[in-house]
């Protein structure tokens, strides 16, 4: 549902709790935390593949946004400021850290299409499946930061090329170019 200036009843919500939060009342911060903490730990969580990590990253975001409330510009979604603060946050373990092992365990969708098959009954099948996982997982965390961003975020998130380019701050071609060229790595990788 949109208002009459076609920003979505939602956005216009989250700009309202924006508002009180700025003007001080925490119970308004804590409805915006409530609602992204889940969405944000699992992108960092699949970012990272650390849950201690990944919620270091969400609580730094969440610490982040608070104090640089007064930065963020209404017209943009809030998730997209969000997610923006926690990919950085993300990076930034890492480069301290000095890790890219990550996605232990991939999404479900994945877990979900290796329980559908028939043979999960079957202990080598079932053996085989976790292994293409791992070999899979492996293989994402190898892709470079940029490669990889974008498809966590297309394949993993789901989320639409224009809210990816909001997100990395580059244009939709670009999220396009780069969701194509990590599915092309691995598929050459898996392949090979």
Not at 14 to 40: H, N
Request: hydrophobic share 35%; aromatic share 8%.
């Amino acid at each position: 549902m949109t208002s009459p200036n076609n920003k979505p009843q939602a956005d216009q919500q989250e700009t309202a709790l924006v508002k009180q939060a700025l003007a001080g009342e925490d119970t308004a911060y804590t409805a915006i935390m409530r609602r992204y903490k889940i969405p944000l730990y699992r992108f960092a969580l699949r970012h990272l593949d650390d849950e201690d990590d990944a919620e270091d990253a969400v609580q730094d975001t969440f610490i982040a946004a608070y104090n640089n409330l007064h930065r963020y510009k209404p017209q943009y979604r809030l998730s997209t400021w969000l997610f923006q603060i926690t990919l950085n946050k993300c990076r930034d373990i890492g480069r301290k850290r000095k890790t890219r092992a990550f996605m232990q365990r991939m999404t479900p969708f994945i877990e979900e299409t290796i329980a559908g098959k028939d043979n999960v009954d079957n202990p080598e099948t079932l053996h085989q499946s976790r292994s293409e996982l791992a070999q899979t997982s492996a293989q994402i965390a190898n892709l470079p930061e940029a490669l990889k961003s974008a498809f966590i975020l297309s394949v993993i998130e789901q989320k639409t090329h224009k809210e990816i380019a909001e997100i990395l701050r580059i244009s939709t071609k670009a999220v396009e170019l780069r969701v194509y060229r990590a599915r092309q790595r691995l598929k050459a990788q898996m392949s090979g």
